[in-house]
Every structure is written in C-alpha cells, then in structure tokens.
C-alpha cells in the first residue's frame, strides 16, 4: 500500500517531526510505501524505502505559504495517488491526523471580536473544522484523553473517530548508555566542571517551551548553588527568539548555553541533572517520555499532556497551574539539592520500561495499516480538501 504523510516543514528536535519519521519507518519496514510531502526540510534526509517530496509555497502570512502548499500538495497527489493519506499538519481530505497541536478555537475563544475576523482566523479555524467536524471522516490519532473533551466540546466529534494513543517508549535511543560516562561527556562538551549541576531543555519554542521560565528559574538560585549550575538549551528557535538577551537581561548569560539542534541529545539527556519544561501550552510533550527513558528528572508543568506520566511515575516534579515563577524557582532548587534524585531516575526507567513491555512499539503504524485496509471512503484529492493546514509550533 502507498501512504502519504503532509507535513508544512521538517527540522531538527521538533517532536511532531520526530514522530512523523518514526511512523514512517515502521510503516515502510512493514513493506509499505511512504512519501513524505513538506515545504521545508531541514537536517538528515530519512532512509532511502522512505520518499520526501519538497513542494513551493509562496505568500507573505503564514496563512498564506500553508493554503499555497495545500494547493501543491492536491496537485502532487491527483499525480501520484495513494492509499492513504496522513496528516501532520490541519486541512480536509485526510484519512487520518496525528493530533499533535491543542484545539486552535479553544486557545483563542477569549481573543477580540475583531480578530476572529482576520484572514487567519478564519483560516486556521476552517482547517480545524475540516479535521474534526461532525461532517470530516477524518480518523484522529490523539496523543492525550484530556484533549479529546476539548475537541468535542467545540466540534462534537463522535468518539469512533478518535484513536488513543499509548506514548512511544524510545528504549533504543538509550540502550547501552552509561550515566557515568555521559555526565563525563556533557561536561566535557561544554567545558563544564566535573560537578557542574546542569539544567536540560529541549525545544524549537522559546516561550511556549518555557525556556524563558527556566532562565529566571536559574538567575533565582542561591548564588552558591548558581555558581556551579549551568543552562543548556537544545533545539532550534523563532528567529524572533533571543535566548541570550534575555538571558543578559537577568545577568546569568554566562550560565546559559544555547546549544542549537545537536545528534547527541541522548548522551545529553543521560548526563544531566534535571530536564525543565516549565511550558506554557503542550499538547503532549514526548521529550517528557524521553527523559524518564534515559533517567533524568524532570520538572513540568501540568499544563502538558503527558505530565501526569511524571505524577504517575514519581519521576520529578509537577507544578500545578495557575503558574507561579517563585515555585518554579524552588522546585528547581530543591530538585538540584534533593536527595531523591537516584529515585527520581530509577522510577522513571522503570516507569517507561513497563509501558515498553504492555504496547505496542508501532501503535501508530498498525493504526495506520488498518485503516488502509479497510479502505475508508474519502474525498479524492482535489476534491473536498480544504483552505488551510495548521501548526501551531510554526
């Protein structure tokens, strides 16, 4: 069977990215064809069973560069059909969506009258409404249950249409790794001392991530604790974000390092201190999963999906909303002091081995196959798909 994956852009870190790709070779190792459709590929091409197409796109708005590449999108696939075809980004005439962004219409209900009449609200709302009306037939893959009530909420999508996802466990990426060799390395890396404290984030989303949180969580530690603490910030950002200006701005630039997009993330991860991911909205967050895989502590806030994972498996610290800068503070000079850190990581290893060994390693994958199988009706392309696609982390 030939599958399509409709992605806006590709790059580095991004979680929807990573997953896109992880669901793509298992499809492909199942001995389907996969073709990745995007605009923007940034970092390794994947392997050779597995296709990317780059298509144009052109506008001045975001808006405008999305509803141009759906346009290409239609035409590439009235050219080359398929069997299936899944998104990663919103818009009509998909068979399936990988639900990795939190309900657009609930996030901005709040805002003014006049900018639910702009061109992209309209746009991103209409490319929602294709997804999850009660006229889409679109399957939706959804990372967390407490998502699901927003979207029916605002569209009252049947509940035959949504596919609970169990996290995906990356035991692999930390097999064989030793902690005592990767707090060497990290160190080592970034000229750091043999003791150095270092605080993780991973990220493409400077403020949404919370880094700027985590910043002023760092200038806020007493100074005997922050002279041996350090800040290191992976992932790409917003060419609008100036991590090291507000970094400057609360006199501790010198501690944080922005160390872009980087292959040795698991080495990183295994040789930290404490993962901070203080986000202000996260729909899931896998790096979370990722973290309690390689036994790092984490410190979340409740607002990302998969937090209640660091709850469950007492594998760190969740702050609870509203949020509060001056217990983000604490929590993380306690994390750095606290004699629960061995546990801390044993329980978030263990907590990940057992989701590991009670589902399924391609979840998605099999989702996916089914569907095909099934051979679902949907619109051919160029017929019935819709205005928009949307991604929040763009």
Not at 118 to 143: D, H, M, N, W
Request: proline share 4%.
């Amino acid at each position: 069977m030939k599958f399509a994956f409709l992605i806006f852009k590709v790059f580095p870190y991004g979680g929807v990215q990573r997953d896109m790709l992880r669901i793509a070779h298992d499809c492909a190792a199942a001995g389907h064809e996969v073709t990745i459709f995007t605009g923007e590929w940034r970092g390794e091409m994947p392997e050779a069973r597995i296709k990317v197409q780059l298509l144009p796109s052109s506008g001045w708005m975001n808006h405008q560069k999305h509803q141009s590449l759906i346009h290409a999108m239609q035409q590439a696939l009235v050219k080359n059909p398929v069997d299936l075809v899944v998104g990663f980004n919103r818009m009509a005439g998909l068979d399936a969506y990988y639900a990795a962004d939190p309900c657009y219409v609930e996030r901005t209900h709040k805002k003014g009258f006049f900018y639910k009449l702009t061109g992209r609200y309209r746009f991103f709302a209409e490319a929602e409404k294709a997804v999850f009306g009660k006229e889409s037939q679109t399957q939706i893959l959804l990372l967390t249950a407490r998502e699901k009530q927003s979207f029916q909420q605002f569209y009252q999508t049947p509940d035959e249409r949504f596919y609970l996802l169990p996290p995906s466990i990356p035991l692999e990426k930390f097999a064989g790794k030793n902690r005592k060799q990767c707090r060497q390395y990290v160190r080592a890396q970034f000229n750091l001392p043999e003791n150095a404290n270092i605080i993780l984030t991973v990220g493409s989303a400077f403020v949404r991530k919370g880094v700027d949180r985590t910043i002023e969580a760092l200038a806020a530690l007493p100074k005997a604790l922050q002279d041996n603490t350090w800040l290191i910030a992976i992932g790409e950002y917003e060419s609008k974000s100036d991590m090291q200006t507000y970094a400057k701005d609360c006199h501790i630039a010198h501690r944080c390092i922005q160390a872009g997009g980087r292959d040795d993330v698991a080495d990183l991860m295994v040789g930290a201190d404490v993962l901070a991911h203080p986000a202000r909205s996260e729909l899931a967050g896998i790096v979370l999963i990722e973290a309690m895989t390689a036994g790092l502590p984490v410190l979340v806030t409740d607002v990302c999906g998969y937090a209640p994972h660091i709850a469950l498996a007492n594998a760190g610290v969740v702050l609870t909303a509203p949020y509060q800068q001056e217990s983000m503070n604490a929590a993380l000079a306690d994390m750095l002091q606290s004699e629960q850190k061995t546990a801390w990581q044993i329980n978030g290893e263990q907590y990940t081995r057992h989701i590991k060994n009670t589902t399924s390693a391609t979840a998605e994958a099999d989702y996916l196959i089914t569907l095909a199988n099934k051979k679902l009706p949907r619109p051919q392309a160029g017929e019935g798909w819709g205005e928009g696609v949307l991604n929040e982390s763009t």
